[in-house]
């Protein structure tokens, strides 16, 4: 986690988690069925170890230069919430956001980073949920741009998005 935990921007992303966590224990066991090892495989590349720590979902290339952390948060009336606060955080730490209206439901991707780490991912509404998938690079220098990692990674979502 400590690794992860290295970008400010994820630092406080993974505090915010931590408080909507045990509600979503409570609904969902795990986040892995929702993009499955196949999916994470095509968007990271490679072969990725899975671990599950409650109901997020990790998956993590060897020697951990990607990795892809599934988790639904929020669940209940407090989602629209998290949603808008997960979105104002992002643009507050100088993320590039953008709404997806693609995705079919209210959704929103992010990039933000350096040559040090990249984060890129998607936050997507639905009913009593928030769907966050995050797809952290390490040392990225030689990697997909991250704009380019959300191209591989929309349509694991809109996927994803109707298994929720």
Known sequence: MHRICSHVLLCSLLFAMAFTREIARAQFRSSCPIITSDE?????????SRTEDGPACTYKLPGGSVTMIVEIQGVGSSAPMIFADSRREFVGKGAVVKDEP?????????VNGDNDERASGFFVLKGSGVLMVIVIQEKPRGLPKSAGML??????????????
């Open 151 to 164: 191209d591989k990674l929309r349509p694991a979502i809109k996927k994803a998005a109707g298994r929720i």
């Open 102 to 110: 693609g995705i079919g439901l209210p959704a929103f991707s992010f």
């Open 40 to 48: 994470a495989a095509a968007v990271i590349g490679g072969k990725p």
